[in-house]
């Protein structure tokens, strides 16, 4: 349990956008932060992502506001394109590859297996 102030506030750790800290001073709380390294910002950008993916599954269901959740997930792949020496630019090339090879998801297709002809 983190305390900030004379209340205890219970945060799991996590990657956070960078004026999060910022907000949570102005809030009147002060953030206990790090720096992380390399390796395990690669490993928490892996789990933001499932976090926001999951968040933007609730938003479908519960239909609350899906494209803020699409806007989170946008800027964990631009900092994963960062991460791993690319760029927004060049994933957008290999999207695009992949439309003209293997199609995109529009015809809304369930593969439901495949039989020996």
């Known amino acids: 349990m983190y305390k900030s102030t004379n209340l205890p506030i219970?945060?799991?750790?996590?990657?956070?956008?960078?004026?999060?800290?910022?907000?949570?001073?102005?809030?009147?709380?002060?953030?206990?932060?790090?720096?992380?390294?390399?390796?395990?910002?690669?490993?928490?950008?892996?789990?933001?992502?499932?976090?926001?993916?999951?968040?933007?599954?609730?938003?479908?269901?519960?239909?609350?506001?899906?494209v803020e959740e699409l806007a989170d997930i946008l800027e964990l792949i631009n900092a994963a394109a960062e991460y791993v020496g690319s760029s927004v630019t060049e994933v957008e090339k290999e999207r695009l590859k992949k439309l003209e090879k293997r199609g995109g998801f529009k015809k809304r297709i369930m593969l439901l297996g495949k039989e020996s002809k």
């Open 10 to 66: 219970e945060i799991k750790p996590k990657l956070v956008r960078d004026k999060i800290p910022e907000i949570i001073e102005a809030e009147g709380f002060k953030p206990l932060t790090r720096i992380l390294d390399n390796k395990e910002y690669g490993d928490r950008l892996i789990d933001k992502i499932h976090e926001e993916t999951e968040e933007f599954s609730l938003a479908i269901k519960d239909n609350t506001n899906p």
